[in-house]
């Protein structure tokens, strides 16, 4: 009796066996080594899935954008080898930073906010994001310590303002009166924005704006000078306020009451003109870094590809 049942459960074993290595070869099969490195089926799989939904492209196209997400998979794997020859390690901090720094760029305050946009509207997890935020880290600092990747010039950087300045967009002289939520209730909403009406009513009544600022505003920053924001960029403001305010255009001209994210605002305006060199001359040695670095990045990875071992497996494979 005890040995049909060892013999049943032998069975059992080699049954759930061979189906496991099945569900393996389907789901996890190795379609490419980079130098002994595997790439497995389903992560290439997983990727293509999110591509598809941001970018639209006949089904004759499947095998050619398939075959340059493995592409990409292909070239991480060679900067992460690079990276761990070079005791490279971007760690947790470091994408944190970025992170956050990205948050503050998109006027969102909070982490569950920003995980709802990459769901909802980029089609990734928060945790996909941050496994690419740190594969980008990755390649810049291997570009930048194993490779060496030469900054622009002044005047390489005034040279791009001078052929972009039609493009670089306007920046506005403003003035503002600020009144800040104390909370995200209906009665705090309505509390601030009966007060702002009711200094709005003062200016119009003959007070002048200036004085109103100084009286009333709470941005502690500008209202000593009867809120002077000076010189500013749109994209450098809450995007519901630039939004409202971008229609401006009369020197003296003064808005409604205004809200953003964090509260109410009265604005003036007082001018508007390109944007000047100085104030995006850091944003434009940015611009020409990246280009310099996506163009020795290529090179690097087309060169590296050929001195590495790699092997493709993936049945369509097409050639770039």
Same mark, same amino acid.
Not at 73 to 93: D, K, M, W
Not at 191 to 214: P, Q
Not at 223 to 233: L, S
Not at 264 to 270: E, R
């Given at each position: 009796? %005890?040995?049909?049942?060892?013999?049943?459960?032998?069975?059992?074993?080699? $049954?759930?066996?061979?189906? @496991?290595?099945?569900?393996?070869?389907?789901?996890?099969?190795?379609?490419?080594?980079?130098?002994?490195?595997?790439?497995? +089926?389903?992560?290439?799989?997983?990727?293509?899935?999110?591509?598809? *939904?941001?970018?639209?492209?006949?089904?004759?196209? @499947?095998?050619?954008?398939?075959?340059?997400?493995?592409?990409?998979?292909?070239?991480?794997?060679?900067?992460?080898? $690079?990276?761990? +020859?070079?005791?490279? %390690?971007?760690?947790?901090?470091?994408?944190?930073?970025?992170?956050?720094?990205?948050?503050?760029?998109?006027?969102?305050? $909070?982490?569950?906010?920003?995980?709802?946009?990459? /769901?909802?509207?980029?089609?990734?997890?928060? +945790?996909?994001?941050? /496994?690419?935020? #740190?594969?980008?880290? @990755?390649?810049?600092?291997?570009?930048?310590?194993?490779?060496?990747?030469?900054?622009?010039?002044?005047?390489?950087?005034?040279?791009?303002?001078?052929?972009?300045? =039609? *493009?670089?967009?306007?920046?506005?002289?403003?003035?503002? %009166?600020?009144?800040?939520?104390?909370? #995200?209730?209906?009665?705090?909403?309505?509390?601030?924005?009966? +007060?702002?009406?009711?200094?709005?009513?003062?200016?119009?009544?003959?007070?002048?704006?200036?004085?109103?600022?100084?009286?009333?505003?709470?941005?502690?920053? @500008?209202?000593?000078?009867?809120?002077?924001? =000076?010189?500013?960029?749109?994209?450098?403001?809450?995007?519901?306020?630039?939004?409202?305010?971008?229609?401006?255009?009369?020197?003296?001209?003064?808005? !409604?009451?205004? *809200?953003?994210?964090? !509260?109410?605002? %009265?604005?003036?305006?007082?001018?508007?003109? $390109?944007?000047?060199?100085?104030?995006?001359?850091?944003?434009?040695?940015?611009?020409?870094?990246?280009?310099?670095?996506?163009?020795?990045?290529?090179?690097?990875?087309?060169?590296?590809?050929?001195?590495?071992?790699?092997?493709?497996?993936?049945?369509?494979?097409?050639?770039?």
């Amino acid at each position: 009796m %005890i040995k049909k049942a060892c013999i049943l459960m032998m069975a059992f074993l080699a $049954t759930f066996f061979a189906s @496991t290595a099945r569900a393996w070869e389907v789901f996890d099969r190795i379609i490419a080594v980079v130098n002994d490195r595997p790439i497995v +089926e389903s992560e290439v799989n997983a990727r293509f899935e999110q591509y598809k *939904k941001l970018k639209k492209f006949p089904a004759s196209k @499947t095998s050619f954008h398939r075959s340059r997400i493995l592409d990409m998979f292909i070239e991480e794997s060679l900067f992460v080898q $690079t990276a761990e +020859e070079e005791s490279i %390690i971007v760690g947790e901090r470091k994408v944190d930073d970025f992170i956050e720094k990205m948050m503050k760029r998109l006027s969102i305050d $909070t982490l569950d906010e920003f995980k709802e946009k990459l /769901e909802s509207k980029d089609k990734i997890s928060y +945790e996909e994001y941050r /496994e690419q935020v #740190r594969n980008s880290m @990755t390649k810049e600092m291997v570009m930048s310590i194993a490779v060496g990747v030469t900054p622009p010039s002044e005047e390489q950087a005034k040279e791009w303002y001078r052929k972009n300045a =039609g *493009k670089v967009g306007f920046e506005f002289n403003i003035n503002h %009166i600020f009144l800040r939520l104390k909370g #995200r209730s209906l009665a705090e909403e309505r509390r601030v924005n009966n +007060e702002m009406k009711s200094i709005h009513a003062r200016i119009r009544g003959g007070m002048s704006f200036d004085e109103a600022a100084k009286k009333y505003s709470e941005d502690g920053s @500008t209202k000593a000078r009867g809120g002077a924001m =000076g010189w500013v960029r749109l994209s450098d403001m809450d995007r519901f306020l630039a939004m409202q305010i971008y229609g401006m255009s009369r020197p003296g001209q003064v808005s !409604g009451v205004l *809200k953003s994210s964090a !509260g109410y605002h %009265i604005v003036k305006f007082n001018g508007k003109r $390109t944007v000047q060199y100085d104030s995006i001359r850091d944003l434009i040695f940015n611009i020409l870094y990246s280009e310099r670095l996506g163009e020795q990045m290529m090179k690097w990875s087309e060169q590296k590809r050929k001195e590495s071992e790699v092997k493709i497996f993936m049945e369509d494979y097409v050639m770039n």
